[in-house]
């Protein structure tokens, strides 16, 4: 015959340790999964984020070069200080196929390598007398990506139409710097 008390531990069951270190195995493994999903998801966040921003700075510098440089005049490329420079409509100082000293007139965008800043484009205004403003930075300047490049090269024509080349880095998702290119057309309209 059986005891109210025997009765009563009959039903009551706990978990075992081993059941215990079971669902604990199974729940790290569960949460293991979770955070190396959540770690890669912010990595290629973060990628996506810093060649948006670099995509989005490429495409302003480009507006504004293009916009300055197709309403000029004439434009030369001067590869010794890595700049394109140009004759405004309102400039009465010609440019020379040498493309030296372009003078207050004229404007320039120029790639500018010296630190601490780092590479950077600048843009000299034409009759501003402000100097060198910085107008896009983090540019790329590698020997097969440049940052700044102009084709072709030669002065020959100031009126010829060119390809200008601009380059950006950014972190890709495994943390290396990569490039990213945006090239547009002009050609002096007067």
Request: hydrophobic share 40%; aromatic share 6%.
């Amino acid at each position: 015959m059986s005891t109210p008390s025997n009765h009563m531990h009959q039903f009551e069951r706990g978990f075992t340790l081993v059941e215990v270190l079971v669902s604990l195995v199974i729940a790290m493994i569960l949460l293991a999964g979770m955070v190396s999903v959540f770690v890669s998801q912010t990595n290629v966040a973060n990628m996506m984020n810093g060649k948006t921003e670099a995509m989005g700075d490429l495409f302003l510098a480009s507006q504004i070069m293009q916009s300055e440089l197709r309403g000029a005049k004439t434009v030369c490329w001067d590869n010794s200080k890595k700049r394109i420079v140009y004759q405004p409509i309102d400039s009465a100082v010609v440019l020379s196929s040498s493309c030296t000293g372009p003078g207050n007139d004229n404007g320039s965008f120029e790639l500018l390598t010296d630190k601490p800043v780092g590479p950077r484009i600048c843009w000299d205004r034409p009759l501003d007398n402000s100097g060198c403003q910085e107008l896009i930075r983090d540019i790329a300047v590698s020997k097969a990506v440049p940052g700044l490049d102009v084709l072709p090269k030669d002065n020959g024509d100031l009126r010829a139409t060119r390809q200008v080349s601009l380059a950006a880095e950014y972190l890709d998702k495994e943390k290396k710097i990569a490039d990213l290119e945006l090239s547009f057309k002009i050609w002096p309209r007067n």
